[in-house]
C-alpha cells in the first residue's frame, strides 16, 4: 500500500462505525493527516447529525494546522444543503489545501460538484483511492440512487441435507438449524440493515418477532406479505416493538412479478437495504425476479430427511466460513 491508500484504508475502518445508524445518509470515513501524523478522524454521525469530515474537522485540537494538512475522505464531500451545510463549503473555509478522495458520489446532487469546489478554491484534489473497495463499502448508498431500490440481501439457513425447514412441528415457533453463535451473527445483521421481510407463511409457522435481540441496534422495519390480509394482530410482527409494513394486494398486483413490485413499494418509503429472511417460497420469488445483490448461507449439521427444500440459487461464491459446527456461505449474483 502506498501512503494514501493507507488512510483511506483507515478511513473505511472507521466508516464501519455508522454501520445501521447514518441511512439514508451515507456512513463516510474522514481522516487529516499532518506531516504524516493522524490529528483527526471522524465518521458520518446518526442521520441528522454531523457528517464525517465535519466530525474529523471538529477533532483536530490545533486548527492552524489544518493549512497544512490532507483530508482523506471514502466519498466525496457534499456540496449541497441537506439536514447539514456542505461538507466542501467547511474544507474551503479551514483551507485544508488537500483532499484525497476514494470515489466520487454519482447521487445527482453532488455528482462532482463538490470536486469541483474544492478544485475552484485551489484546493488540490486526488480522486480514485481505493475506489473498488470504497464503492464497495457504499453498496447500499449506491444501490439505492443508482438502481432506484434498496440493497437486498437474502438470508437462510438449510440443514446438511437441505431443507430449510422441517415437514411437520410441534409449535408455531422456529425450529433452530444453527448454533447460538450463527443467531447472534444474524442478529448483529438486523441491527445492521433498515428493514427485513418475511412471507405470510413464515408468519404463520414460526410467530417471529423479526427484531433485534442478541445484538445492541435498533430495531429493522419489519415487512410482512399478506397477500390476502389473513394475518391478525395477534402475530408478534404487528406488536409496538418495531414499525411493519403490511404488504397485501392493495398495495400490489399478485397476479404480476411481485418482487420488483414490493421493492419499488420500499424505495418509495426510502428504505436503502432490506434482508429478505423467509420462506422459501419469498426467496425463491426474488431469486426467479433477479433481485438480490448479496445472499448470506448457513448450512447447519442436522438433517431433516424431508420438508421444505432450500431455495435454488446460482451466485457466485464470495467467502465461506465456519462458525463452531456451521458453515457460512456468502454469495453474489453472477456478472
Known sequence: ???????????????????????????????????????????????????AEVNAINSVKDKSLLTKSTLYVTLEPCSH???????????????????VIGCVDDNPEVAGKGIAKLKASGCNVTVGVLEAECKAHHKRFFTFHNKKRPYIILKWAETSDGFIAPMTKNKKEPVWITNTYSRQLVHKWRAEEQAILVGTNTVIEDNPSLTVRDWPGAHPIRVVLDKRSKLDSTYTVFNDE?????????????????????????????????????????????????????????????????????????GQLISEHEILDDKLKILKPIQ
Open 81 to 99: 444543503y441537506g439536514k447539514t451545510p456542505p461538507c466542501s463549503d467547511l474544507i474551503v473555509t479551514h483551507n485544508i489545501p488537500n483532499v
Open 1 to 51: 500500500m502506498n501512503t494514501h491508500e493507507i488512510y483511506i484504508s483507515r478511513c473505511l475502518q472507521i466508516a464501519k462505525n455508522g454501520l445501521g445508524t447514518t441511512r439514508p445518509n451515507p456512513m463516510v470515513g474522514a481522516v487529516i493527516v499532518y506531516n504524516d501524523s493522524i490529528i483527526g478522524e471522524g465518521f458520518t454521525s446518526k442521520y441528522g447529525g454531523h457528517h
Open 242 to 314: 418495531a414499525k411493519t409494513i403490511r404488504v397485501t394486494n392493495k398495495n400490489i398486483d399478485f397476479e404480476n412479478p411481485v418482487a420488483i413490485q414490493i421493492i419499488d413499494l420500499l424505495y418509495q418509503q426510502n428504505i436503502n437495504s432490506i434482508i429478505i429472511e423467509g420462506g422459501a417460497k419469498t426467496l425463491q420469488t426474488f431469486i426467479n425476479e433477479n433481485l438480490w445483490d448479496e445472499a448470506r448461507v448457513f448450512i447447519g449439521n442436522s438433517e431433516f430427511e424431508n420438508g421444505t427444500k432450500a431455495p435454488k440459487l446460482k
